[in-house]
């Protein structure tokens, strides 16, 4: 896949002496890997102190989460026993650096109802989701690619105008209302009722899985389907008009070839760097597809913690999805870079 | 609004603009279809529905669309029409809260940093580095399960979601502006800085915001309406498109309307302003003004 990129992307820079060659990564992209990795560190932190105040805003605190009603009738001994117990009456730095520390040290917090650690939970969750993640992402490349070609063959034609209307419709229907209408038909014409068994790894039950995945994934894949589609057409419409691309055509090759080695090679820059944009935004941006499928994914679990006020869970979750979309982002990065000679420089 | 703004000042730039705007298909189309979400939630402001969207009517439940309902009743007998136009307004008046608060906040930041450089803008861009690395809805339920439900608290929490975006939207031409020769003329003939900012270099940045405020409009309905159908936006008995699409569930297989309607306002409020802001992107766009 990437070789054929390269050498495309090669043809419009001839002026460029260095062409990355296989194997292991070159000099100025371990620098930038360094650097780069520093900066999601710094991030990161940002993003654990901005979690940590944003829960902290919450009005009540975990007592009246735990107690409800009762929490009215605790004496006031009682009442700093539990603040104590739960570690809030400390002040906010030492609850922070003591929270910070535990992650660090792999330990994310316990739920309080049910005594599970977060991070069990998370180990369970985080599987659901990449799984959901990355099916969406297939379904969705390969459709948003393929639209998106279809459109830019003709621009302004009626496969055009055409391809536009349904990515732009895909663009503006909301997950949660395709979600509903889905579970809505499926349930009433096959009396198929997603939300009834438990997860099902592939692994365990490779016809069940499916089952459970086909539908959030294909719910989720419209939703990367359209920016992805979108992409693509101003990229090939763009590229299109390039002289290395008259060039290629001049020199005998068929159309066939140039449009997949040469422009398609070139546009899957652009395309890249948003298939992993929307890769990242579906590991927490899920949520509500999770829901609606009642899929025990790592968005489901913020928002079931949320539900209970469980806020150790969702400070804790929130923080590992952040990272996992930092670290998403880095890896776009990093393959843009890999595929795109022309950034090395920056 | 803008038509009359057009005619009224009659400068030949913003006229032309405009007629850039209504020359392009999707500038139009997405016109009208705003033009009629701001008509449907100026309609309930005013109280001109056919029905009370909260009053019920348990003889007539489930009806389908009539003459004398037009798009039928839910479970409890209230108008869906009604309803709808409720919950347009409902999802609107956050949209323009949040939006309003984002763009304020975030284009004045954005010029800001882009403008004095140095320490600001390393502040202000990591701060935005920071927000960034959130998935846009998981950062709006923390902020609103941390400030409570409700229809302000959904516009705070949007609001912060894209303060960000208009920062960088802003941020990137005021860097270009910053040395432009016209600009540098301007501080070499001792302007002062908020003179080279509103008369200069604001007018510039205006265009992109703009087109910015279309757009996040448009998530800022759908973020708005996913929030509420997670029953954590705007709360019953006041109608909100989210909640009704929540609440069709266990309805929508025999009575189909209780879902396609509220659906369908989401979509043409979201369609019309994506539209609009690609015609605007379009027509604003000072380098396309020969075409």
């Keep these: 896949m990437t070789e054929p990129i390269i050498e495309a992307s090669a043809h419009h820079l001839v002026d460029d002496d260095v062409v990355i060659a296989g194997g292991r990564l070159p000099r100025f992209l371990r620098h930038w890997l360094v650097a780069r990795l520093g900066w999601s560190i710094v991030t990161l932190l940002g993003v654990s102190i901005l979690v940590f105040l944003v829960l902290r805003v919450v009005p009540g605190n975990q007592i009246d989460a735990a107690f409800g009603t009762e929490a009215g009738t605790l004496t006031p001994a009682q009442h700093a026993a539990l603040a104590h117990y739960y570690g809030i009456d400390r002040s906010l730095w030492s609850q922070y650096f003591s929270w910070i520390g535990s992650v660090l040290t792999g330990n994310l917090g316990l739920a309080l109802n049910t005594h599970l650690s977060v991070a069990s939970m998370t180990g369970s969750a985080l599987p659901v989701t990449v799984e959901l993640a990355v099916l969406a992402t297939i379904f969705g490349t390969v459709t948003g690619v393929a639209l998106g070609l279809l459109a830019s063959s003709r621009p302004n034609g009626v496969r055009d105008t055409v391809g536009q209307s349904i990515g732009l419709l895909a663009l503006s229907v909301p997950g949660f209302v395709l979600g509903t209408a889905i579970v809505t038909i499926v349930a009433a014409k096959f009396n198929y009722f997603p939300n009834g068994g438990e997860y099902r790894a592939p692994w365990q039950n490779l016809s069940e899985n499916a089952q459970q995945m086909l539908f959030p994934a294909l719910v989720l894949g419209i939703a990367v389907a359209a920016p992805v589609m979108r992409t693509t057409r101003s990229a090939m419409i763009e590229i299109a008009s390039r002289d290395f691309v008259r060039t290629a055509y001049g020199k005998g090759l068929s159309p066939a070839r140039v449009l997949l080695r040469h422009e398609l090679g070139n546009a899957s820059i652009p395309i890249v760097t948003m298939v992993g944009i929307q890769f990242g935004y579906l590991l927490g941006g899920a949520v509500i597809v999770e829901q609606i499928f009642a899929l025990p994914g790592i968005g489901r679990q913020v928002y079931q913690a949320i539900e209970d006020r469980e806020y150790a869970v969702v400070q804790s979750t929130v923080l590992v999805i952040a990272a996992a979309f930092v670290l998403v982002n880095l890896l776009t990065d990093l393959v843009y870079r890999r595929i795109d000679p022309r950034v090395r420089e920056q | ?291």
């Design chain 2, 1 to 291: 609004m803008s038509a009359a703004a057009a005619t009224l000042v009659a400068a030949p730039r913003r006229s032309s603009w405009f007629r850039r705007l209504l020359q392009s298909p999707s500038g139009r189309i997405g016109l009208v279809l705003t033009g009629l979400v701001v008509l449907a939630a100026l309609a309930a402001v005013a109280h001109l529905w056919p029905y009370d969207p909260v009053a019920q009517h348990p003889l007539d439940a489930l009806q389908g669309p009539s003459g004398k309902y037009w798009l039928g009743t839910d479970q409890f007998g209230r108008d869906v029409f009604s309803r709808c136009m409720e919950g347009t307004k409902s999802s609107l008046r956050v949209a323009l809260v949040a939006v309003a608060l984002a763009s304020s906040v975030g284009t004045i930041a954005g010029i800001a940093a882009g403008f004095f450089g140095g320490v600001l803008d390393a502040v202000v861009m990591r701060l935005a580095d920071i927000l960034f690395a959130f998935p846009a809805i998981l950062l709006a339920l923390a902020i609103v399960s941390a400030l409570g439900s409700g229809w302000f608290n959904t516009a705070i929490a949007i609001a912060i979601v894209y303060v960000p975006i208009f920062a960088r939207v802003a941020r990137g031409p005021v860097l270009a502006l910053r040395d432009v020769d016209y600009v540098r003329a301007g501080r070499v003939l001792g302007f002062s800085s908020p003179r080279l900012l509103f008369r200069h270099i604001l007018p510039n940045v205006a265009a992109v915001v703009i087109v910015q405020v279309t757009l996040s409009l448009s998530w800022a309905i759908l973020t708005e309406s996913s929030l509420s159908f997670l029953g954590l936006g705007t709360q019953p008995p006041e109608a909100s498109l989210g909640l009704m699409v929540s609440d069709s569930r266990a309805l929508a297989a025999s009575y189909w309307w209780t879902l396609v309607a509220p659906a369908v306002a989401i979509t043409i409020a979201i369609v019309g302003l994506n539209l609009l802001g690609d015609g605007l992107r379009d027509a604003l766009d000072p380098t396309r003004a020969g075409d």
